[in-house]
């Protein structure tokens, strides 16, 4: 059994930051794969980012790239993804995931485990 629960949402103005944490547990190697991804209402889901398992290697989405940071505590079973300069575009329901590898992908359907969500909302 494993377990994932983001935490960390909630209402920013646009500008404002958030951030995202995300507890992995349960039966699965430390060194995973954990990934962000968002959907808004009527889109698909979309990555954002996504932290490997073994050498903390990172990926963003081409948007997010210059504002958002992912990162990891692997002492705590955490993986935490900062938000800054947050614009109304980026209000969607935030879920993280974790994959049985170490190495990262960008495709949901490539994640073992899944959180509930949080919402995050930017008011313009």
């Known amino acids: 059994q494993v377990q994932v629960v983001e935490s960390g949402g909630g209402l920013v103005q646009a500008g404002g930051s958030l951030r995202l944490s995300c507890e992995v547990s349960?039966?699965?190697?430390?060194?995973?794969?954990v990934g962000w991804f968002r959907q808004a209402p009527g889109m698909e889901r979309e990555f954002v980012a996504a932290?490997?398992?073994?050498?903390?290697?990172?990926d963003y989405l081409d948007s997010v790239r210059d504002r958002f940071t992912i990162s990891r505590d692997s002492a705590k079973n955490l993986v935490y993804l900062q938000m800054n300069n947050l614009k109304p575009e980026d209000t969607a329901v935030y879920y993280c995931?974790?994959?049985?590898?170490?190495?990262?992908?960008?495709?949901?359907?490539?994640?073992?485990?899944w959180g509930q969500g949080t919402q995050v909302t930017v008011s313009s």
């Open positions: 349960g039966r699965i190697r430390g060194l995973h794969a």
């Open positions: 932290i490997g398992g073994t050498y903390s290697d990172t």
């Open positions: 995931a974790a994959r049985y590898v170490a190495y990262i992908s960008t495709r949901p359907e490539q994640y073992n485990f």
